[in-house]
Structure formats: C-alpha cells, structure tokens
C-alpha cells in the first residue's frame, strides 16, 4: 500500500515557475514508477511525465518536454515537478500517481494503482 500526498500547487502568471511535491508513505517506495497526471476541466485525465525506479528512465508528453522536469529521492520517500515557462493551458489539477510497472503508464489513468488527491495549478495570461 501507499499513499500519495502532493503540494505545492497555487495561482501563478504565463512563465512563471512551480515545483510540485509528492510525498509517499510504505517501505516499497523505491520499488514503484511515479509520475504526474494533470486533468483540466471537461477533459480526461492525462500523462504529464514519469520516472521509473531507480531515476533512470524518465517520460514527458510532447508539450511538456523542455519545461517541466521530474525527480525523486527514494531516501525521502518523494517526488517532485519542476514546471518552468508555464502556460495557461497547463492549468488543471495535477495528481501525483505510483504504480509498480513503468509501462502502464502509457496505458491510461484508469490502470494506475495509487493515487494521491491532487493539487491545483492555475496559470494566468
């Protein structure tokens, strides 16, 4: 089991930066995927990025790449987001997600095994 807390999210201007954290609990953590999913109203909920375990394959959708950058510390249990150059259509909750296989990320937010509650990024023009 784990469980995913996330902060740092707020209201911020067109190119401003935000660094989002997630923290997890349970000793398996460095043994889990971890990744970011956004969903912006009316829409589904879709990939923003993943790291595997170990740090040392990393995931961005297209329009993120450049911009936003993902770490983990397995030491500290968390996860974090560097979102640099934000844009308003970056606004959207974003949901810190941890999964034991790498590859179902791709496979959509409905295969997922935890998630955290989400955070809010709003960006202004």
């Known amino acids: 089991q784990v469980h995913l807390v996330e902060s740092g999210g707020g209201l911020v201007h067109t190119g401003d930066s935000l660094r989002l954290s997630c923290a997890a609990s349970?000793?398996?953590?460095?043994?889990?995927?971890m990744g970011w999913f956004r969903q912006a109203p009316g829409k589904e909920r879709e990939l923003v990025t993943a790291?595997?375990?170990?740090?040392?394959?990393?995931y961005y959708t297209p329009s993120v790449k450049g911009r936003f950058s993902i770490s983990r510390d397995n030491a500290k249990n968390t996860v974090s987001l560097q979102m640099n150059s934000l844009k308003p259509e970056d606004t959207a909750v974003y949901y810190c997600?941890?999964?034991?296989?790498?590859?179902?990320?791709?496979?959509?937010?409905?295969?997922?095994?935890?998630w955290g509650q989400g955070t809010q990024v709003t960006v202004s023009s």
């Open positions: 790291i595997n375990y170990n740090g040392r394959s990393t």
């Open positions: 349970g000793r398996t953590f460095s043994s889990y995927t």
């Open positions: 997600a941890a999964d034991s296989s790498f590859t179902r990320f791709h496979y959509g937010a409905g295969t997922i095994d935890y």
